[in-house]
Structures are given as structure tokens and as C-alpha cells.
């Protein structure tokens, strides 16, 4: 079940980041960016640091998803 779920997400996802990357010049640096804190907490045995900075990356991309125009 948990796959099927997967499976349904990662196409409109995927065109998502796509379409962010193709809109957005600063996207990719700002994710990247993102990920690494979220590594770096983990690598420094933060675990709530590490939810804080991933809270903050999903809700940036929650923001963005609301506001995009798709067309």
C-alpha cells in the first residue's frame, strides 16, 4: 500500500520540482542548501534541528506549490 502511495506522488512531484527548477533560477541552490542542513543536523546527532530545518524545506515548498501558476 505504502508503494502504491509512492508511486501515485512521484509524477505530480517530480513535474513540481521540474517546473520549479524551469521557473525558479535559485531553486536548485536553495534546496541543496536545505538538504544540507537537514544532513548536517542528522550527522551531528540533532534530531530536532534536523525536523526544524525539514519542517522549514516543506513548508517553503508547501508556499510555493500554493502560489505557483501552472501552465
Not at 543536523?41 to 525536523?51: D, I, L, N, S, T
Request: aromatic share 4%; hydrophobic share 45%; proline share 3%.
Amino acid at each position: 500500500m505504502l508503494v502504491s502511495l509512492l508511486e501515485s506522488l512521484s509524477g505530480p512531484m517530480h513535474r513540481a520540482r521540474v517546473w520549479r527548477g524551469l521557473t525558479d533560477d535559485r531553486a536548485h541552490e536553495r534546496a541543496m542548501r536545505e538538504h544540507l542542513g537537514i544532513v548536517d543536523a542528522v550527522a551531528r546527532h540533532e534530531p530536532e534541528v534536523a525536523q526544524a530545518r525539514a519542517t522549514v524545506h516543506i513548508a517553503g515548498l508547501q508556499d510555493w506549490l500554493r502560489n505557483a501558476h501552472f501552465s
